[in-house]
């Protein structure tokens, strides 16, 4: 397969977004770029085609070499001279070949005290490579074999800002308080299916995202993330917390946590005493039965609530659970055991979601006031037309219809020309259920 060296001229995008997620595929080649602040010289570049791949990597490259790329070949071993002494090398991509850790030599990066990016990801390696540059920003291995990195791998690496070691087979006795301590620029760390059974510790202060997703966590210790008091992401989905992984204010050290992905952990309710200015709660696939009156009265800057497909009932949330989340924009209530709309809804909402529930009626109460609302999902319950009241839709000025499926407008009120253009055009298809006509709004 050929293999290429060049740089690129893309400038890598800003690290914290609006999402926490990167945009890099553990089985693709990530996308990597050469700093804007680097000009690319017209080229000292060589391409070398061949319909066989290389198992080996080149003994001597060019001592100005900028960039080398030898993704998806079948490179099992690296010479000292291949990436050594190149004062130039700013980005090695190495992904998706087939190097252990005895084919990557000590002294590898010798003399290249330039290189900010490097991508071992796809490969078989089984501890962390030592002797990595001191320059380095990103670096990726995920994919490997990794099951521990040794003590003082990391020690230099005090401008690492990215570190991907996601779908690797580390455990706790793996890692240490010093792992990652040295870190101080880290800000994005992918610890995601893993076999960690606790959070690590020694998370440096400046780490902003936090992946644990996938693993087997049981407890989460506030101990453990005194040290990441900037954390603002942090996802813990498909883990093991249960009942009681999760105590009243483990997570209290994070003043400043934004979004907490919970998905899938097997929690029976809402956790108690989460950081106050939390922004976004997702707590889909639980087992979250009962919503109190002061549950969620530690977060009121919520702006986004993901309750779906837990076990809420109507008898159990409580009619003053949402009070305080006077800014919640986002709530999803889909998949429960909802028999009527939850009351004392925050009046602005954008979104509510309560498809495939058990709602029986629709009444103008729990809808009053929301005349911020713009979409409203109601698909997949047991509301006939009957059930839907007189005047259900008057204050929802803002809704907008998303899907066309129509055979059928719902009834107004009135007549009147005033009402008729404030009511918003709510529409419906017809299905059958057990032999009945129902309706069906989307």
Known sequence: MAWTFGCSR??????????????TSSRNSPTMSCPASVACEPSTSTTTSSPQKLSVAPQFLPRSLRVADLAANQVMEIFPLTFGEKPALR???????????????????????????????????????????????????????????????????????????????LTDSGLDATTFSKLHSLEYLDLSHNQLTTVPPGLPRTLAILHLGRNRIRQVEAARLHGARGLRYLLLQHNQLGSSGLPAGALRPLRGLHTLHLYGNGLDRVPLALPRRLRALVLPHNHVATLGARDLAATPGLMELNLAYNRLTSARVHHRAFRRLRTLRSLDLAGNQLTRLPMGLPTGLHTLRLQRNQLRMLEPEPLTGLDQLKELSLAHNRLRVGDIGPGTWHELQALQVRHRLVSHTIPRASPSPCLHCRIPNILVSWSSNQNKKMVRVG
Do not use: M, W
Not at 10 to 23: D, G, Q, V
Not at 94 to 103: D, E, F, T
Not at 128 to 146: D, F, G, M, T
């Open 10 to 23: 893309t400038t890598s995008p800003e690290l914290l977004s609006t999402s926490p997620c990167r945009t």
């Open 91 to 169: 980005s090695v991509y190495l992904h998706n070949n087939q190097l252990s850790n005895a084919g990557l030599p000590p002294d590898a990066f010798r003399g290249s005290e330039a290189v900010t990016t490097l991508s071992l990801s796809n490969n078989r390696f089984s501890y962390l490579p030592p002797s990595l540059p001191p320059s380095l920003e990103r670096l990726h291995l995920q994919n490997n074999l990794i099951s521990k990195v040794p003590r003082g791998a990391l020690s230099r690496q005090t401008q690492l800002r990215e570190l991907y070691l996601q779908h690797n087979q």
